[in-house]
C-alpha cells in the first residue's frame, strides 16, 4: 500500500486569493492524481502528475486555475489559484502502486473559501 | 464510455439488518472492481478488490461478486453495525487502454443502532 499524508488539513482563505496544499507519499509512485470533493458527493478528477511532466487535467479544471507540481516521485503541490466559495471542498491526492491497482488517498485538505 | 452506476444516493438501516448496495457498471474491457469506504473526515479506503481471476471480495463482513453477465459488482453484508456507517464508493479501473480510475456517486450509509 501507499500512505499519502497531506498538508494542511483545512484552510480558510479570502475570495482572490491563492493558496498550496501538499501532498507527500511514504514510497516513490509513478502517478499522482488530485480530486475534489463537495460536501456528500461523489470525488472529481482533476488532475494526473506524473514526475517531470505537465499535469494532465481533466474537463472542468484548468493549469491556469488549479496549478500542479510534481518534482520527484513523492510529492505534489496543488495550487488554488483566485480563490472563489465555489472552490469551497475537501481535496484529496491519490495514488497508486500500478496501472491496474487500487488507488490509495490521502485524509484530504478542506478548504473555506469566504 | 466507462463508467459506475449507484443509484442508492442515501440508505438508513437498524443495527444487524442486511446491506445491499447496488452498482453496476459500463465498460469495453473486463475491469478491476473496488469498493471503498468514507467515514466522516476521512478520505476513501478501500475495502475491496475483484479482478477477473477472482470473481468475489469479502473483507470485514462485506462482500461483493462479480458478475459478468449483468455488469455488477454489488457490496453485501449480513448484518450491518453503527461503526458501519460511511459513504461506500463502487470503482473500477480498465485493465487497457488508458486505466482511468471510475468511480461512482457514492452511496451514504447510516445505521441506526
Known amino acids: 500500500s501507499v500512505l499519502l499524508y497531506q498538508k494542511p488539513n483545512r484552510d480558510i482563505c479570502q475570495s482572490g486569493t491563492s493558496l498550496k496544499i501538499q501532498c507527500v507519499a511514504d514510497s516513490q509512485v509513478v502517478s499522482m492524481f488530485w480530486y475534489q470533493q463537495f460536501q456528500e458527493q461523489s470525488l472529481m478528477l482533476m488532475a494526473t502528475?506524473?514526475?517531470?511532466?505537465?499535469?494532465?487535467?481533466e474537463s472542468g479544471f484548468t493549469k491556469d486555475k488549479f496549478p500542479i507540481s510534481r518534482p520527484n516521485l513523492t510529492f505534489s503541490t496543488l495550487t488554488v489559484n483566485n480563490a472563489r466559495p465555489g472552490d469551497s471542498s475537501i481535496y484529496f491526492c491519490?495514488?497508486?502502486?500500478?496501472?491496474?491497482?487500487?488507488?490509495?488517498f490521502g485524509p484530504g485538505t478542506r478548504l473555506t473559501v469566504l | 464510455g466507462d463508467s459506475v452506476t449507484q443509484k442508492q444516493g442515501q440508505v438508513t438501516l437498524s443495527e444487524d439488518d442486511f446491506l445491499f448496495i447496488n452498482c453496476t457498471y459500463s465498460?469495453?474491457?473486463?475491469?478491476?472492481l473496488f469498493w471503498y469506504v468514507q467515514y466522516p473526515g476521512q478520505g476513501p479506503q478501500l475495502l475491496l478488490k475483484?479482478?477477473?481471476?477472482?470473481n468475489k471480495g469479502i473483507s470485514r463482513g462485506f462482500e461483493a461478486t462479480y458478475d459478468k453477465g449483468t455488469t455488477s459488482f454489488h457490496l453485501q453484508k449480513a448484518s450491518v453495525q453503527e461503526s458501519d456507517s460511511a459513504v461506500y464508493f463502487c470503482a473500477l479501473v480498465e485493465n487497457t487502454g488508458y486505466q482511468n480510475f471510475y468511480f461512482g456517486k457514492g452511496t451514504s450509509l447510516t445505521v441506526i443502532p
Open positions: 502528475a506524473n514526475e517531470g511532466s505537465e499535469a494532465t487535467y
Open positions: 491519490s495514488s497508486r502502486l500500478g496501472v491496474s491497482y487500487e488507488q490509495y
Open positions: 475483484v479482478t477477473t481471476a477472482n
Open positions: 465498460t469495453t474491457t473486463y475491469p478491476t
